[in-house]
């Protein structure tokens, strides 16, 4: 059974860090992409960020970039969300999903409507 499931999430103060791992099992090892998805109260889901395993390509979006990081644990297929500076506008809970063509995630774009797995999420509160 494919299952995914995100880890990682707390309370943190701003300014500080958290890292958050997406932990995928139940699939041939494969080509395939991560995401990673938050959604705050009150408002819709928001991409942030994406990784594909074939060719490594990575997507961020311009509101963390250069405090957020993605990267993957190919072995264990875990992808994992770096998180710095964080900021109280960064709560929300936090969803990883998986792509299992590794199309969501090419030349370095975040196409968001391949994903189809997911997690149940967990909850990034920043206070400030």
């Known amino acids: 059974e494919l299952q995914v499931v995100e880890s990682g999430g707390g309370l943190v103060q701003a300014g500080g860090s958290l890292r958050l791992s997406c932990e995928a099992s139940?699939?041939?090892?494969?080509?395939?992409?991560m995401g990673w998805f938050r959604q705050a109260p009150g408002k819709e889901r928001e991409a942030v960020s994406c990784i594909s395993s074939g060719d490594g390509s990575t997507y961020v979006i311009d509101s963390v970039k250069g405090r957020f990081s993605i990267s993957i644990d190919k072995a264990n297929v875990t992808a994992y969300l770096q998180m710095n500076s964080l900021k109280p506008e960064d709560t929300a809970v936090y969803y990883c999903a998986v792509d299992l063509l590794d199309l969501g995630c090419e030349e370095s774009k975040f196409y968001t409507e391949e994903y189809d797995h997911w997690g149940q999420g967990t909850q990034v509160t920043v206070s400030s």
């Open positions: 139940g699939f041939p090892f494969d080509d395939y992409a």
